[in-house]
């Protein structure tokens, strides 16, 4: 009698313990964060062409069964000359297994509809954003040797390149050699 109660009750932890280690893998976590950062482009030659950026981000952050990152919320970049989100419209973002996932602008500036504005990387309290460059209204995509970065929090260049570094190591290894 008594091993039976010690089976079931040892039974019943093990239920316990993978129940909560499974909500909270798969919980959704908030995310409410203003970061003042820097924008800044690639290359030693561009050092001194640091801007100030602000980058607000607000919603919650889940991870799935397979332990995907997503995000749902959101994001509002002050200061940047290619708006994104200034309405503050929602967006979801779904993180790849190198760290990043797509920014997307629900129109983008000449009215030709859906246009993907980025990549960003993020954790609990770093982001890095990599924005596509526009020629005539067209993405023209992201360039890892001379591409502009966004990176929060940070004040300076060597700060925003640390910062993008560590988050973006997985997508653009040499990142830092910049």
Do not use: C
């Amino acid at each position: 009698m008594k091993a039976k109660l010690v089976l079931w009750f040892s039974l019943l932890v093990l239920l316990l313990l993978v129940g909560w280690t499974i909500a909270n893998i798969t919980w959704a976590k908030s995310y409410d964060k203003t970061l003042n950062g820097v924008i800044y482009r690639l290359g030693t030659e561009h050092r001194d062409l640091v801007e100030d950026v602000t980058i607000h981000i607000k919603g919650s952050i889940k991870k799935s069964w397979t332990r995907e990152k997503a995000f749902q919320g959101i994001i509002v970049i002050e200061n940047e000359k290619l708006p994104f989100n200034n309405d503050g419209n929602e967006v979801s973002i779904t993180f790849d297994d190198k760290g990043y996932g797509m920014l997307i602008r629900d129109a983008d500036w000449e009215n030709q509809g859906i246009s993907p504005y980025g990549l960003i990387f993020m954790n609990e309290d770093k982001v890095a954003i990599a924005p596509f460059e526009h020629e005539n209204g067209i993405s023209k995509g992201w360039e890892g040797g001379n591409g502009i970065v966004m990176a929060a929090p940070a004040q300076s260049y060597d700060e925003g390149m640390r910062i993008a570094g560590e988050l973006m190591k997985k997508f653009h290894p040499n990142l830092h050699q910049n």
